[in-house]
């Protein structure tokens, strides 16, 4: 038999701080060796491959049920491409079968939803073979009644069926670690967080190694607090020696914060937020951050801003954080950190499940843990791993302590466990499902224990994500409830794909023998009922889901029946002139049957509608419709329905078409209305409109603009009329504004039409003479201050400031078109005359010349890239003549032709431009840029 541990017990939690200073440890004198139990036998299922898989099934009516029956039931896992064979009656109404090959833990689940979907199936489950339960071989397994034990133990080996811990990482912020073989595996590189060096004992400050050189105070001996701790939550199992940490797969992350005396909350609380992976100066980021930390650490007084900051900041990471109560027997609320927020206090209890005497308590608790309480027996405190050096290290050991630093190390190993089996767990959700599955002190609590004894078990199975559901869909039943016919299953969708699929047909809710496949062939036994299909889904890893079908109608025998269904239209509410209606007339038994139809129209039959559909007709408008389906077959004499009448049909839906206006609006000019495409037989009329209002008599296709039209916009409204249909009118868009005619421009005036859009622009406003008319003046000449102003206003009248100092020599400030001129110059449109003094000139009230003309719409037009042809376009031109290039441009652009005599084109270079001219170059420029 093994040695047994050194039973070294400690009346405090091995670490109390008061002051920031940790007090020392006392230890008791050692005791006898007790016996060793041996672990007791226990039932576990059988595993897969170790003994056959074997299933009891019970039926619902044994009696009753057939050794034929029972086959037909039995050969529904076939469809699993699994066959089981019954092996013996079980006695007590039931049987057993045995699958003929090793199945997975899958189609073990598969087999079992398959059989307990047949209707004469009660139940069916595994038939599990026992044997005794393989306890951990560590050497001292039977002295952790902590883990085990009915009345103070946590129930951990059945929350390790489920998880140990993998995947875990769980800070431990104490004195540091010891070398330990128990440890060594789980063990992770952790930090040396303490800064003062006569605290640290190790001669050096913060640094990468968390080894605890002792932690002796004023000459007492080393507690090796944290390789204790640590062992309670980390030990290696099933290795033939020591104990089993409540999470023996997880990994533990050793920080030391705590050395001789005690430890600063300024080195523990960076420790904290280190372990959660967070920043700390000059400490290099943690590799392996902690998703749970362990403080077994007490200090008297309220929760720091320090503390709380940091605990704060691993809790917002994912991280729990973990606080032992304290061991003053004292209320908790003056123990720190367990009084901060965000951590989970620990009290303690002992063997017998009962508040331990020098646990802290009060509101503050949040769940107690095994902490131990040597004075019912050395036995029932908490052994672990531990040193057995006096004030330095000496050779690894185990040791049996006590205190709520031992009770909080079972807690973060649980909370480890619930994580590794669900990592997605919040540290709030996981501290209040732990709280939920909490169970009751057994024995006495005074003051407050929080919600109970963790249950590693009910805690680890609750935070276990649940196992998901098929997702089921309602099946349908597609085909004739007619005996003789054949009935299939539409099962829907099942996800997530793919989902095995069982099937039992019912006769009015009851289970049809043998009917359990994808189809089913109506009988005569059938005639009356009505039929349903059941579904069942199977998928491993999923609960299974049962749909059933929707009856069937009442089955018939089409030797004994005749249908005649009545007819209905579709869209009888709503029936309307030139929308079509569908007769629905259902199936006419025993097929086949000749159908024939008449539509009628209040009553009376409507010439030439005899088609399963009909499309109202303008004589319909106010009647109501229905329809006569006319049936016959070889054992159907002629049979006659009628639908029920529609409503009154309704006018039909006329859609509008927007008209369109071509022409050019100015007084004299016509307009054409376009009406677009409307509906066959609709007749448009039209209403023209000035300013939005009807012109009295402007009724025709075209309008030829009068006086009154000036300064006004026109429009055409479109109006379509059809027999049966709503009237319905659409307006055009209007024309730009009319121009006011000029007096001296009537219609038929050669440039017309240029002077009129002139007008329309407001490129021109003309002059308006003593009588009020207005007048163009189209022969005369164009000067070049009013060229200026043509060209800035068909340019938009750009937004523009003149210079306070005249560009040119001969143009005043405040003279007429001043602005127009000063634009022109800033554009490079016209560059003036240049005299010897330097001084420029614009000669605003000369006439512009057709070469100069041709310069100025060459350069306001952005002076293009143009190549001037080597042979002048006009006879009275030279290529070496000024302004050649944009005389030549002007033709080539078709703003200007010239004049044509026989064969010969002129240009007359020096002519001055009249007014009427030069209304066509703007109109044709416009046209172009």
Not at 9 to 15: C, H, Y
Not at 144 to 160: I, K, S
Not at 761 to 776: A, L, P, Q, V
């Amino acid at each position: 038999m093994p040695a047994s541990p050194r039973r070294l017990l400690t009346s405090v939690t091995a670490l109390s701080i008061a002051g920031l200073l940790l007090g020392s440890l006392t230890a008791s004198p050692a005791v006898a060796q007790p016996a060793v139990p041996e672990p007791a036998p226990s039932i576990e299922p059988s595993v897969t491959g170790l003994q056959p898989d074997r299933f009891i099934v019970k039926f619902r009516d044994m009696a009753q049920t057939s050794s034929a029956d029972r086959i037909d039931t039995f050969d529904a896992t076939g469809e699993l491409g699994i066959v089981v064979e019954e092996v013996r009656p079980t006695g007590d109404g039931g049987v057993i079968v045995e699958a003929t090959e090793d199945l997975t833990v899958n189609q073990v689940s598969e087999v079992i939803a398959t059989l307990e979907a047949q209707a004469d199936v009660e139940y069916a489950e595994v038939d599990q073979f026992a044997k005794p339960a393989a306890a951990t071989n560590d050497t001292y397994s039977n002295w952790q009644w902590n883990l085990f034990e009915a009345q103070g133990g946590m129930r951990v080996p059945d929350a390790w069926k489920t998880a140990t811990g993998a995947g875990i990482t769980v800070a431990v912020i104490d004195t540091g670690s010891t070398p330990h073989s128990d440890l060594a595996r789980n063990s992770i590189p952790g930090w040396d967080f303490i800064t003062d060096t006569a605290t640290s004992v190790d001669g050096d400050g913060r640094d990468a190694d968390p080894n605890d050189p002792g932690d002796s105070c004023e000459g007492g001996p080393s507690s090796w607090h944290g390789t204790h701790v640590a062992g309670i939550i980390g030990a290696e199992a099933n290795n033939a020696k020591g104990v089993a940490g409540v999470a023996y797969n997880s990994k533990v992350q050793h920080i030391r914060a705590v050395g001789a005396c005690g430890g600063w909350s300024s080195d523990i609380a960076p420790a904290i937020i280190w372990a959660a992976g967070g920043p700390v100066a000059g400490v290099p980021t943690n590799p392996t951050p902690a998703r749970v930390i362990n403080l077994s650490l007490a200090g008297e007084g309220l929760c720091s801003t320090t503390y709380q900051n940091a605990i704060n900041y691993a809790v917002d990471r994912g991280t729990v954080v973990v606080a032992a109560a304290g061991n003053g027997s004292s209320p908790a609320m003056f123990a720190s950190p367990a009084n901060c927020q965000n951590v989970i206090a620990v009290g303690a209890t002992g063997r017998e499940g009962s508040q331990a005497p020098y646990s802290n308590y009060g509101e503050e608790i949040d769940v107690s843990a095994p902490g131990g309480d040597s004075y019912t027996g050395y036995e029932s405190a908490i052994i672990s791993t531990d040193n057995a050096g006096h004030q330095v290290q000496g050779e690894e050991m185990y040791e049996l302590k006590q205190g709520t630093s031992m009770a909080a190390p079972h807690v973060a190993g649980t909370a480890a466990l619930m994580l590794s089996a669900n990592m997605q767990l919040t540290p709030a959700q996981l501290e209040q499902t732990m709280k939920d599955t909490a169970r009751s002190l057994p024995g006495a609590c005074s003051g407050g224990c929080g919600t109970g004894i963790v249950d590693a078990a009910a805690a680890v199975v609750a935070a276990a994500p649940a196992r998901p559901d098929v997702v089921s869909a309602t099946p349908t039943v597609s085909g004739n409830s007619r005996v003789g016919s054949t009935l299939r299953a539409v099962p829907g969708t099942w996800t997530p794909a793919p989902v095995n699929l069982a099937y039992q047909w019912l006769r009015d809710g009851q289970a049809i023998s043998g009917a359990s496949a994808i189809t089913h062939v109506v009988t005569t036994a059938d005639t009356g009922k009505k039929l349903s299909v059941r579904v069942t889904g199977t998928k491993a890893g999923y609960d299974s889901a049962t749909q059933t079908s929707a009856p069937t109608a009442a089955v018939t025998d089409p030797a004994n029946d005749v249908v005649a269904p009545t007819p209905t239209i579709t869209n009888g509410d709503t029936a309307q002139v030139g929308e079509e209606l569908t007769a629905r007339v259902g199936t006419w038994l025993p097929a086949p049957v000749t159908l024939t139809y008449q539509w009628l129209r209040s009553g009376s039959a409507i010439s030439g509608a005899t088609g399963a559909t009909y499309t109202p007709v303008p004589a319909d408008l106010g009647k109501t419709l229905t329809l006569r389906v006319t049936g016959k077959s070889s054992v159907m004499p002629s049979t006659a329905r009628t639908s029920t009448a529609t409503k009154a049909v309704l006018p039909g839906a006329l859609s509008a078409v927007q008209p369109t206006v071509s022409g050019f609006a100015a007084i004299g000019y016509t307009l054409t209305a376009k009406p677009g495409t409307w509906a066959a037989g609709t007749t448009v009329t039209y209403q023209w409109l000035r300013d939005g209002a009807n012109i009295s008599g402007a009724n025709s296709v075209t309008y030829r603009l009068v006086a009154a039209d000036a300064t006004k916009r026109l429009s055409v409204k479109a109006t379509g009329t059809k027999a049966g249909y709503t009237t319905v009118s659409s307006t055009s868009a209007q024309t730009d504004t009319v121009p006011t005619p000029f007096k001296d421009v009537p219609v038929g005036t050669q440039f017309h039409r240029e002077m009129s859009w002139m007008a329309a622009e407001g490129i021109s406003t003309g002059w308006t003479e003593k009588n009020g008319t207005k007048t163009y003046r189209p022969l005369t000449t164009v000067n070049r201050d009013a060229m200026a102003a043509f060209m800035y206003r068909m340019a938009g009248s750009p937004a523009y400031t003149p210079p306070a100092k005249s560009p040119f020599a001969d143009v005043s400030t405040k003279q007429e078109f001043y602005k127009e001129m000063a634009w022109l110059a800033s554009r490079g449109i016209s560059t003036g005359w240049t005299a010897k003094n330097g001084t420029r000139t614009y000669r605003a009230l000369e006439p512009v010349n057709r070469d100069a003309m041709a310069a100025f719409m060459y350069r306001l037009a952005g002076s293009p890239q143009f190549t001037a042809p080597a042979k002048s376009p006009f006879a009275d031109i030279s290529p070496k003549q000024q302004f050649y290039k944009e005389m030549s441009w002007l033709a080539s652009t078709g703003i200007s032709t010239g004049w044509t005599s026989g064969s010969t084109k002129t240009y007359r270079a020096l002519t001055p431009v009249n007014r009427d001219a030069m209304a066509a170059f703007m109109y044709r420029f416009a046209a172009k840029f």
